[in-house]
């Protein structure tokens, strides 16, 4: 956890050191005038003797970026930065606005730091939904925040790019427009994502999607969180060009998430031959999912491991852990 103690202080680090359980801790919440707030599998705590001032906070910040914070002025849009090793620091604070939309955070009171490590899930139990003669099939994962949808998108990209079992090794491209599938660092990947995935980092989905057809042929496209209408007809024209997309997407079940129109529309053409959703994740928690065909149906549901962090595995894929998510 080198790369998240640095951030800190050296009065902090030796405390940090001692009192936390770097094992099993998800979220480290700093708050101005506050003391540091853990976020771990069995639950939360604070560390009342790491009061946050804000000269703390600021140090912190110079830490993520290097005291250049103008050079993450597009990250600061999204509200967060994603550091080395793939642990993601969400912002708040005051926002800028221009024209009704965020230029920037300036006075930032508030970060989170999402602790990235190794998970215990199983995704072997889901390839049998997601692959038929054919090959892969195109997929929605649906799940509310911290329900293990990046983590799912991230090894499933190892296990298709992968020869294992029966599954035949495909061609996988990664559109991580807010860097957290891949994590890449100057543009290679920090987290594993399998050996045979190229990945489009930092850039726009819908433009990325388009890109990565036409320069990487890829036989699955995977894209984290589509948002709105762009992107929704992006996944279309890819699915019509002949390419398996992977995506996921905000929201509490199937027929919450009918009810956007952008999605809708993708529902009602039968771009998913199927859907996955997830729940979300609580201290000591399983992953629970179900798997739904092109017209709503429940094909099968079930659990993954106990999950006491986000996977931010780097280099670690083998034919042993295949399917660990």
């Not at 506050?34 to 703390?56: C, K, N």
């Not at 997601?130 to 990046?150: A, E, F, Q």
């Not at 990945?199 to 890109?211: F, N």
């Amino acid at each position: 956890m080198k790369e998240i103690l640095r951030l800190f202080p050296p009065s902090f680090q030796k405390v940090l050191l001692e009192q936390v359980d770097w094992r099993r801790v998800q979220e480290i919440r700093l708050r101005v005038d506050r003391p540091i707030e853990m976020i771990s599998s069995s639950g939360y705590s604070v560390i009342e003797s790491l009061s946050m001032t804000a000269d703390h906070l600021s140090y912190v910040l110079n830490q993520i970026s290097q005291f250049s914070l103008y050079r993450f002025k597009d990250e600061l849009k999204e509200g967060f930065i994603t550091i080395e090793g793939g642990h993601r620091v969400g912002l708040a604070g005051k926002a800028n606005t221009q024209e009704d939309k965020v230029e920037t955070l300036k006075h930032i009171s508030f970060m989170n730091i999402r602790v990235a490590r190794s998970t215990r899930g199983q995704v072997s139990s889901l390839l049998p939904y997601l692959y038929d003669d054919m090959g892969w099939r195109s997929v929605l994962i649906i799940g509310p925040p911290h329900s293990g949808k990046t983590t799912l998108l991230r090894e499933l990209a190892c296990v298709i790019g992968a020869a294992a079992g029966s599954y035949s090794p495909s061609k996988v491209a990664i559109v991580d427009e807010r860097s957290e599938i891949a994590a890449s660092l100057r543009g290679v990947p920090q987290l594993d994502v399998g050996t045979r995935t190229d990945v489009m980092d930092a850039c726009p989905k819908a433009d990325g999607m388009m890109m990565m057809i036409r320069s990487m042929s890829p036989d699955v496209l995977i894209v984290d969180e589509i948002g709105g209408e762009r992107d929704a007809l992006a996944v279309q024209e890819a699915v019509y060009t002949g390419v398996k997309v992977i995506c996921s997407l905000h929201g509490n079940g199937v027929e919450s998430v009918s009810r956007r129109p952008s999605v809708s529309q993708l529902m009602h053409d039968q771009v998913f031959e199927r859907y996955i959703t997830l729940e979300r994740l609580r201290a000591g928690s399983v992953i629970t999912w179900k798997v739904y065909n092109h017209l709503g149906q429940v094909l099968g549901e079930g659990e993954g491991g106990r999950m006491d962090g986000v996977d931010r595995r780097r280099h670690h894929f083998n034919r042993y852990n295949t399917g660990r998510i």
